[in-house]
């Protein structure tokens, strides 16, 4: 005799009686307990979690995108490793959110009363689009392959070269958060150069789409080696560092990577600002406002839900 499932009931032990866990987790541990979060001496709390605020958002909204292309990558093994490269992102970003908290808590949005929302989760899902700090290269679409392929080459030889500076940053969290984003970091560079050359030695068509990519994010490029007043501040106080110290080196490597595929560096101006302001201002273009949308609505529809 079958035995009679009763299908409406299949799932009770999910929701153990409460439908309302759906939106946040209320178990996770502090990313930084156990760690030192003690300002060092000189440094301004607010400038030190304006700066996290700065790395965090460049990996969370570039690990945003790379997610994107979960189940549509060329194949399998590139659909994982995206995504890996995605979770890596997030990972640095959790810690970097948690230290901006942590170094001065007015950055955190203010929630409901009741509100289990964690603040490295505050400030990813409830601050607008003008309140995020990001550079534009990150935010800009996808595109094909091809183009996502030279975004992360550039981004990713850019950040790891910051990271390298950084592991040595007087802020305990800081450097230890570049110390593992360094090795991170250098496989999402090599992983990124190698698809480049591959791309760009290939067929006449896969060739096409790389150089096209590369020269569409390029007007976004210089943007990358502009030292804020913060950034500045924060490298003078040796807890950061300020990317224009990193331009000659990453532009030494892009240049390797560009002269083994056969491709010439654009010529494309910079995109401009607002009056100097850009995306480490609040500035950014309209695909960083669509994005938010899409990657904060089910926290703003349930600001004190729990899972």
């Known amino acids: 005799m079958v035995e009679q499932v009763d299908h409406e009931s299949v799932y009770d032990g999910l929701l153990g009686g409460d439908d309302s866990q759906w939106a946040f987790g209320t178990d996770f541990e502090d990313p930084l307990a156990g760690v030192d979060t003690t300002l060092p001496e000189g440094v301004d709390g607010h400038d030190l979690a304006t700066y996290c605020l700065m790395l965090a958002d460049d990996a969370l909204v570039m690990s945003h995108r790379l997610s994107q292309w979960c189940s549509k990558a060329p194949d399998l093994e590139e659909d994982i490793a995206l995504a890996n490269v995605a979770l890596d992102l997030l990972g640095q970003t959790r810690l970097l959110l948690a230290r901006a908290a942590a170094a001065d808590p007015s950055v955190v949005p203010a929630l409901p009363e009741g509100s289990p929302v964690p603040p490295e989760d505050a400030l990813a899902f409830f601050r607008g689009d003008r309140e995020f700090l990001n550079v534009r290269l990150v935010e800009a679409e996808n595109g094909d392959f091809g183009r996502t392929m030279a975004r992360l080459l550039v981004f990713a030889t850019w950040r790891l070269a910051l990271f390298e500076r950084l592991a040595s940053s007087r802020d305990r969290v800081l450097s230890a958060v570049a110390v593992k984003g360094v090795k991170e970091m250098t496989y999402h560079r ?10 760009a030695q290939g067929t006449d068509e896969s060739r096409r789409r790389v150089v096209d990519g590369l020269t569409a994010i390029w007007s ?88």
């Not at 090599?190 to 791309?199: I, M, S, V």
Request: charged share 20%; no cysteine.
């Open 190 to 199: 090599d992983y990124a150069a190698r698809w480049f050359l591959t791309l």
């Open 220 to 307: 976004l490029h210089h943007e990358l080696f502009v030292t804020t007043d913060v950034e500045q501040s924060v490298a003078d106080a040796g807890v950061g560092v300020a990317p224009h110290q990193v331009a000659d080196e990453v532009d030494v490597l892009l240049e390797q990577v560009f002269s083994l595929s056969g491709v010439e560096r654009p010529t494309v101006s910079p995109l401009a600002g607002v009056r100097g302001r850009t995306g480490r201002h609040g500035l950014h273009t309209e695909a960083l406002s669509k994005l938010l949308a899409e990657m904060q609505v089910v926290a703003r529809a349930h600001p004190t839900g729990t899972w």
